[in-house]
């Protein structure tokens, strides 16, 4: 198996947040598994979705450890969809990227829904306003362009995608989708703007 480099684990908890635990904020591998069985045994639920509060690649580790027990265990049994909801910023600023994807790929994870959000690169750093430790608090200028090669990576590896784009009056809807098409998805879905 190659080795991946992945990012560091996440922050911990911010102490101004009493109403929440570590444990719920950021649960263990284990305590999700062993949810994600339960739903899997008693329901027959055909899809895992990871997503939530927060980015899911930002436990990327994690992500492929529980990707690949689930696949292992239920994947054709169940015919099971697992499926990635993501701004994509982590994913797409790897240096190993595409082997990511693979790994992913070969785990079971066969879709992912990533947020676009437009196709102008000006737009995008304004809505999601991407950061960069080597830029210290600057917009990385990039990021748009390597959203774009994330999204065509994954569907050359063969994980469907799905792109999602801000529903605001300000962004071109039909070029966002143009592009979506063009780097390989087969699906976008517009999500409520919200300032």
């Known amino acids: 198996v190659d080795e991946v480099l992945l990012p560091p684990p996440t922050l911990p908890m911010v102490p101004s947040c009493p109403f929440r635990s570590d444990e719920l904020l950021s649960p263990s591998a284990d305590?999700?598994?062993n949810e994600i069985r339960g739903y899997l045994n008693a329901d027959g639920a055909k899809s895992v979705v990871?997503?939530?509060?927060g980015e899911p690649t930002l436990r990327l580790e994690t992500l492929m450890m529980m990707s690949?027990?689930?696949n292992n265990d239920f994947g054709?049994?169940?015919d099971l969809t697992m499926r990635i909801v993501t701004n994509g910023l982590v994913l797409s600023h790897l240096e190993e990227r595409k082997l990511v994807l693979e790994n992913l790929k070969k785990n079971g994870v066969n879709e992912l829904s990533v947020a676009l959000m437009t196709s102008c690169n000006e737009q995008y750093n304004d809505l999601?306003?991407?950061?960069?430790n080597q830029l210290g608090s600057k917009v990385h200028p990039n990021s748009h362009a390597k959203i774009c090669q994330m999204i065509q990576d994954a569907a050359?590896?063969?994980?469907?995608?799905e792109c999602t784009g801000v529903d605001h009056h300000f962004v071109d809807k039909e070029s966002a989708e143009d592009l979506a098409h063009e780097l390989g998805a087969s699906a976008f879905r517009w999500r409520p703007y919200f300032p």
Request: glycine letters at 8%; a positive charge.
């Open 50 to 53: 990871f997503a939530g509060e």
């Open 128 to 132: 999601m306003k991407p950061t960069s």
């Open 156 to 161: 050359e590896v063969g994980i469907m995608i």
């Open 68 to 70: 690949k027990k689930i």
């Open 76 to 78: 054709s049994a169940h």
């Open 31 to 33: 305590l999700l598994l």
